[in-house]
């Protein structure tokens, strides 16, 4: 049977797509329009507690990996077309990014 | 011997010959802003870690004419990755109802009614 990464590399994309398109445009209204028009707000009470709380960890953490690994692929895919190839080094660039976010983002919420 | 693999030449602006190929790089280039708006969710959450203060310096830095600006092309370009996204699913999954195909715009329909309750619930967990 032929191997192939793809399937590795597609769930995330799959999933980070769907979940970028259905949750960040809703985000981004919060954080960049409702709560700088002074609509919302942000309490670090109320973040904390929910970021304390390990589903609401889980949440965090979702809405910006998922988005971020799609990301990912698709700057992968982008880099190809823009004649940049694919090799090692775009592979660390975009998929080492995505990673770095992830990983900071865990170190992060373990300390709340 | 080496393996030496031909790699053809791409002109960097091949994408601005034709309407739709431009439309294709929109699309695409959507994952920057996507990606962008992560790094800026994570700067958030090891502020958040930080304690009160860096979380109010956070929010005022998100709330700051940059922070908005930055945020609202982020806006623009992440609606047209969820247009975009809902429109080829029919092609990316195709459904069938007893042996019957479910028709392409109900299945688009049904990611815009969802687009719509999920917007709804984070607008609402986030308190309006």
Same mark, same amino acid.
Request: hydrophobic content about 55%; overall charge positive.
């Given at each position: !049977?032929?191997?192939?990464?793809?399937?590795?590399?597609? *769930?995330?994309?799959?999933?980070?797509? !769907?979940?970028?398109?259905?949750?960040?445009?809703?985000?981004?209204?919060?954080?960049?329009?409702?709560?700088?028009?002074?609509?919302?707000?942000?309490?670090?009470?109320?973040?904390?507690?929910?970021?304390?709380?390990?589903?609401?960890?889980?949440? *965090?953490?979702?809405? *910006?990996?998922?988005?971020?690994?799609?990301?990912?692929?698709? !700057?992968?895919?982008?880099?190809?077309? *823009?004649?940049?190839?694919?090799?090692?080094?775009?592979?660390?660039?975009?998929?080492?990014?995505?990673?770095?976010?992830?990983?900071?983002?865990?170190?992060?919420?373990?300390?709340? | 011997?080496?393996?030496?693999?031909?790699?053809?030449?791409?002109?960097?602006?091949?994408?601005?010959? %034709?309407?739709?190929?431009?439309?294709?790089? @929109?699309?695409?280039?959507?994952?920057? #802003?996507?990606?962008?708006?992560?790094?800026?969710?994570?700067?958030? @959450?090891?502020?958040?870690?930080?304690?009160?203060?860096?979380?109010?310096?956070?929010?005022?830095?998100?709330?700051?004419?940059?922070?908005?600006?930055? %945020?609202?092309?982020?806006?623009? #370009?992440?609606?047209?990755?969820?247009?975009?996204?809902?429109?080829?699913?029919?092609?990316?999954?195709?459904?069938?109802?007893?042996?019957?195909?479910?028709?392409?715009?109900?299945?688009?329909?049904?990611?815009?009614? @969802?687009?719509?309750?999920?917007?709804?619930?984070? @607008?609402?967990?986030?308190?309006?």
């Amino acid at each position: !049977m032929a191997k192939s990464s793809k399937p590795i590399l597609w *769930l995330p994309f799959a999933a980070g797509g !769907m979940a970028a398109a259905m949750i960040t445009p809703a985000l981004l209204l919060v954080t960049g329009l409702l709560v700088p028009l002074g609509l919302m707000h942000l309490p670090y009470d109320k973040i904390a507690g929910f970021a304390h709380n390990p589903i609401g960890k889980l949440i *965090l953490l979702g809405i *910006l990996a998922l988005p971020a690994l799609h990301a990912a692929h698709r !700057m992968r895919t982008t880099a190809h077309d *823009l004649g940049l190839g694919a090799g090692f080094g775009v592979k660390l660039v975009c998929y080492g990014s995505a990673w770095l976010m992830i990983i900071l983002s865990v170190v992060a919420l373990l300390r709340i | 011997m080496s393996r030496r693999p031909y790699v053809r030449k791409i002109e960097r602006n091949w994408w601005l010959s %034709q309407p739709r190929y431009v439309s294709y790089m @929109l699309r695409e280039s959507t994952c920057l #802003f996507i990606a962008l708006y992560s790094a800026l969710l994570t700067d958030g @959450l090891i502020r958040l870690s930080q304690g009160q203060e860096a979380w109010d310096s956070y929010v005022a830095a998100i709330s700051s004419p940059p922070g908005v600006v930055f %945020q609202v092309i982020c806006l623009g #370009f992440a609606v047209i990755h969820s247009v975009t996204w809902f429109n080829v699913t029919p092609k990316a999954m195709p459904l069938a109802l007893k042996g019957e195909p479910v028709p392409p715009k109900v299945i688009v329909g049904a990611h815009y009614a @969802l687009w719509a309750a999920v917007s709804l619930v984070v @607008l609402i967990a986030a308190g309006v």
